[in-house]
């Protein structure tokens, strides 16, 4: 998972959703008329075409993180997320939150980081013990998306981020340069805003100390490497 933001609507497309919601309209998938197709047009360009909550890419459903049944978010697009249809029938009707009321982490709305830890070593995510709440979000995040439950996605995550590792090696320790210039493009293409599993690499890049010096090494060889981030890899709040 990683933190998205999605620009407002333009008022168009807003005022159909009003209009919608004013009517209590049955959900219709965005689907059939051109302002539906057009807000879900928008919401898959937000979310760059990937899942929300595992980013899996080429996501297609229309995920109500409140669930439909609330008639007051039914048509809200801050209560929209991008989902594949895995996580979208995992979490599906189910309330967000745990009997405390102590809810899920949102993409659209939390700091992933916060709440989630990526193992590097294996590809797991398991809720940040940083406090009872942080511990209580993750958890609720994990359970009700099967995270723990998908060794599939798990070894997914890890094999991407093994593959970026290589590739920054490859960069400050080049066996040539024209390995070192094929190994960049094999990473710009890795870390575009459309890649799955950014939100494992984005806490290598801001939180993790231990690959300071290879991040250091990799900004000396290339200093344009922040600029290729910096539309998704987003400073922490």
């Known amino acids: 998972m990683i933190r998205v933001e999605c620009p407002p609507l333009p008022p168009n497309l807003q005022a159909y959703l009003d209009r919608q919601q004013a009517l209590a309209k049955p959900w219709n998938s965005l689907a059939g008329s051109t302002p539906a197709r057009a807000v879900?047009?928008?919401?898959?360009?937000?979310?760059?075409?990937?899942?929300?909550?595992?980013?899996?890419?080429?996501?297609?459903?229309?995920?109500?993180?409140?669930?439909?049944?609330?008639?007051?978010?039914?048509?809200?697009?801050?209560?929209?997320?991008?989902?594949?249809?895995?996580?979208?029938?995992?979490?599906?009707?189910?309330?967000?939150?745990?009997?405390?009321?102590?809810?899920?982490?949102?993409?659209?709305?939390?700091?992933?980081?916060?709440?989630?830890?990526?193992?590097?070593?294996?590809?797991?995510?398991?809720?940040?013990?940083?406090?009872?709440v942080t511990l209580a979000r993750g958890r609720i995040t994990t359970q009700l998306l099967g995270f723990?439950?998908?060794?599939?996605?798990?070894?997914?995550?890890?094999?991407?981020f093994l593959e970026v590792i290589g590739c920054i090696l490859r960069i400050v320790q080049p066996q040539s340069q024209q390995d070192a210039a094929a190994a960049w493009d094999q990473?710009?293409?890795?870390?575009?805003?459309?890649?799955?599993?950014?939100?494992?690499?984005r806490q290598f890049i801001l939180r993790s100390s231990k690959y300071t010096p290879l991040l250091e090494a990799l900004r000396e060889a290339r200093p344009d490497f922040d600029s290729l981030i910096a539309h998704w890899c987003l400073p922490l709040d």
């Open 148 to 160: 723990d439950q998908r060794a599939a996605l798990q070894d997914e995550r890890r094999r991407r």
């Open 40 to 132: 879900k047009h928008a919401l898959v360009e937000a979310f760059h075409h990937k899942c929300g909550y595992c980013e899996r890419i080429e996501a297609q459903t229309v995920d109500h993180f409140v669930p439909q049944a609330d008639l007051h978010t039914r048509w809200d697009w801050e209560n929209f997320v991008l989902a594949c249809d895995v996580c979208q029938s995992k979490k599906l009707d189910h309330q967000p939150q745990d009997a405390q009321g102590r809810r899920m982490v949102n993409p659209r709305h939390d700091e992933p980081l916060s709440f989630l830890y990526f193992d590097f070593e294996t590809g797991a995510v398991t809720p940040m013990p940083t406090s009872e």
């Open 187 to 201: 990473l710009a293409d890795h870390l575009q805003a459309g890649a799955p599993y950014l939100g494992m690499v």
